[in-house]
């Protein structure tokens, strides 16, 4: 290196590590783009190619993981390395092929360091299938956006609802004893909906509920996801059907963690810029190339960021890969959007900065600080949560508290 880059490449390195932790807790593993099914917001560019993974791109992955296991178990977190099979539809290997790829990682899980989880629209579940993913021990998620109708844009190749399908799938886990975590799609049409949709999603007795508000990403560009107004009324909704549940119904993934928010700010933890630092979250694509900071950028042609590629598992440990990441244009150019978000934006303690995927799709360059995604999902529970806070505040009898007041929501 020419000594008079050594500063800069410090600066950027500083940089980097403020913001990024060195250690990733979860890896994506993309084995086939291909989906049966053909949901009319997917982002997936490439969800027609049914070329799978080959055995030695997943072979790498585990050599990687081994080195990757050390330092994780020695550092900031005792939990396994998180192993998250997505992209298209990962069943859709069939199971021949998805235990080839399962194969090489077994050493690591059963010593405890290694975790498999998979995200899956259930329809392609059978015993075999279930009884695969237990051996395994597989975290489950599958995708489901609620009753039928508004389940309506989940559709297979032919277009033909997919709901009974899904149904279907849910119904083998449970039989099976597999949990399972559910997450669905909130559109415009659907999101007027909340109580219903929490209603139906708690019956099936998921581990938790996770609600995506629809996003502009990858090749879904044409709809227009809801706007802020309706995601402060819906998470207003959200909380109030929360409150009413009894024990025992599965929590809502995202009041869940602003739940964490506000204990760990309350008990002022030194530890919390270390413990909200961004996951690198490598993303290995079926050829092994290995992206960072979201899955969605997989597949993405961006020339000017060299299609957003990081480096090759076959050629590279994701170690090495991580240790170049504060070079990559990219990379840099979202340090910078953390950097405005936390000098412009009074919601930054909270979210630290979120999402990286979204800040391209919806602006072509990572260097923002505000996006449609910040809004409808970030700070709009934030928004619902304070609205709630003060009515509850201006309903208690006047003799019995001085007048109500909210705090910011960077302080909720």
Not at 143 to 149: I, T
Request: proline letters at 8%; glycine letters at 8%; hydrophobic letters at 35%.
């Amino acid at each position: 290196m020419n000594p008079a880059t050594v500063p800069q490449e410090t600066a950027l390195l500083r940089r980097y590590r403020h913001r990024i932790h060195g250690v990733p807790r979860n890896l994506v593993i993309q084995p086939t783009g291909f989906c049966n099914l053909d949901c009319t917001y997917c982002y997936l560019p490439d969800r027609d190619a049914k070329a799978p993974m080959p055995t030695a791109v997943a072979e790498a992955v585990a050599r990687s993981e081994s080195e990757l296991v050390g330092e994780l178990m020695g550092g900031h977190s005792r939990k396994p390395l998180g192993l998250i099979w997505h992209a298209g539809e990962p069943l859709a290997l069939g199971r021949r092929r998805f235990t080839e790829l399962l194969r090489p990682f077994e050493e690591l899980r059963r010593k405890g360091l290694l975790e498999h989880a998979v995200q899956r629209n259930a329809t392609l579940l059978n015993d075999e299938w279930c009884d695969l993913l237990t051996e395994y021990g597989f975290r489950v998620g599958v995708s489901v956006d609620g009753p039928a109708d508004l389940t309506a844009r989940r559709i297979d190749r032919k277009g033909r609802p997919a709901f009974d399908r899904i149904m279907k799938g849910i119904e083998r886990l449970r039989r099976h004893g597999v949990p399972f975590s559910l997450i669905a799609v909130v559109s415009r049409e659907t999101i007027t909906h909340p109580d219903r949709l929490l209603d139906f999603l708690a019956a099936l007795r998921p581990v938790s509920i996770g609600l995506n508000i629809e996003e502009s990403e990858g090749v879904n560009t044409e709809r227009h996801p809801p706007t802020r107004e309706q995601a402060v009324e819906f998470w207003r909704k959200v909380l109030a059907w929360s409150r009413r549940q009894p024990g025992g119904t599965a929590p809502v993934r995202e009041l869940e963690r602003l739940g964490r928010y506000l204990r760990m700010s309350r008990a002022q933890r030194p530890d919390r810029t270390h413990l909200s630092r961004a996951d690198p979250l490598p993303t290995i694509a079926k050829n092994g190339d290995v992206f960072l900071l979201s899955p969605e950028l997989a597949g993405v042609t961006a020339p000017a960021y060299n299609d957003f590629r990081a480096g090759n598992i076959l050629e590279q440990s994701i170690g090495a890969i991580l240790g170049q990441a504060h070079r990559l244009t990219y990379v840099g150019e979202f340090l910078t959007g953390l950097e405005e978000c936390e000098s412009t934006c009074e919601f930054f303690d909270y979210c630290r900065g979120s999402q990286a995927g979204n800040r391209y799709f919806e602006h072509q360059t990572f260097a923002v600080a505000e996006t449609d995604y910040c809004r409808v999902t970030e700070q709009a529970p934030v928004l619902a949560l304070a609205d709630t806070v003060r009515e509850e505040q201006a309903t208690r009898p006047f003799w019995n508290s001085s007048p109500p007041t909210t705090p910011p929501p960077s302080r909720i």
